[in-house]
Structures are given as structure tokens and as C-alpha cells.
């Protein structure tokens, strides 16, 4: 079994300011990118479908520090560091899910607050391959919001970085979503028909 017409790509987070340099940066976060350029070209030749999620904050969203929350401002609506960074080569036409939005909620998950769920059953979708940054936020979230959601979900190990605000977060974010129930896969493991 491999990628067809009922699988989704999700490519989650990848904006300027979670790249170095960004506001938010996940250290080699850009190492993702051509990793997930393999994917997108896999998914677009193979039939699969490709979305991208945004982190798309108002300005003085809670989430930042000025507002008392745990992270410096980032993603703010338009602003260049809420950009996708040019180098990942989105299909023309690649859905995009903004989330996020509200002054007063966090949304780590693609799910949260968005249509990203009805969206993906109308359309047929039965499993979720989700790659992206960060591993222990919005990644973590948005496969596990996929396996509550009822989809198959793997977690594409080779196309994620994590924030890792204290040491190990990553471990345990890849435990915790294998633990949910996630698959963690690989290029190669696609390559192979292992899935
Ligand atoms: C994220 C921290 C704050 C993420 C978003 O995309 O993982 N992390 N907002
Ligand atoms: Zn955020």
C-alpha cells in the first residue's frame, strides 16, 4: 500500500519564523524543506493530496510575551515571518489552513478551530502523512488531532524538527504520538511499500 488519491500530505508550520534567522526558530528547521519537496513531488505524482497549515496570529495574540504568554511574537497575519519560506515547492493551488487566529487561543493544531477535518473526509481522505515544524507543538498536535479525528496518520520522521524548549521534548513528542497510535515513517519506508 503507498500514497493514492485518499492520502493527504500535511506539511505543517513552515514559515519564516520558525527557520533560522526567524523569530521562532527551530534550530535547522530549513533542513525539512528538501525533504519535504521529495514528499510533495511523491504525493503530486502519485496522486495524493498536499496541504499546507499556517501559524496566522493577530497582532497581540495571547501566545505572545507581551500578552504574558510563552513565546516571543511570531506568525503575525502578513507580516514576512508568517510566509512560507520560498524554498518549499508548494503546487500551485495547495489548500492552505490558517490557524491560530483567535487573540485569545493557541491553536497547535491544524485542526484546531479550522475545517481541516471536513475537509479532508469530503474529499475522501483516509490517512494523514504529516511533516513540518515544530515536532513538539504543532506537529505532535496535528497528528494526534488526525488520529482522534478517526484518520490513519503517520508521522514523516525525516521531515520534522521540534523546538525543544527543554532537552528530550522531541523523544517525547515522537513517543507520545506513537503511543496515540501514529506510524512514524520515512521517504525511504514510502519508497519500499513498508506503509
Ligand atoms: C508553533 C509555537 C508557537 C508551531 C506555533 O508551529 O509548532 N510553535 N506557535
Ligand atoms: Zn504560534
Redesign the pocket.
Known sequence: MSIDERSALII??VQND?LPGGA?AVSEGDGVIPVLNRYIERFEGEGGAIYATR?WHPEGHS?FASEGGM?PR??VQGSKGAAFDYRLALPAGTPIVSK?TESDKEA?SGFQGTHLAETLRERGITRLYVGG??TD???KNTVLDGLQNGFETFYLADAAKG?EVNAGDVANAEREMIDAGAVATTLDDLANGHD
Open positions: 505543517v508550520d520558525f521562532l501559524d501566545s513565546w511570531h506568525c491560530g497547535y515544524l515544530a507543538y504543532c506537529v523546538v
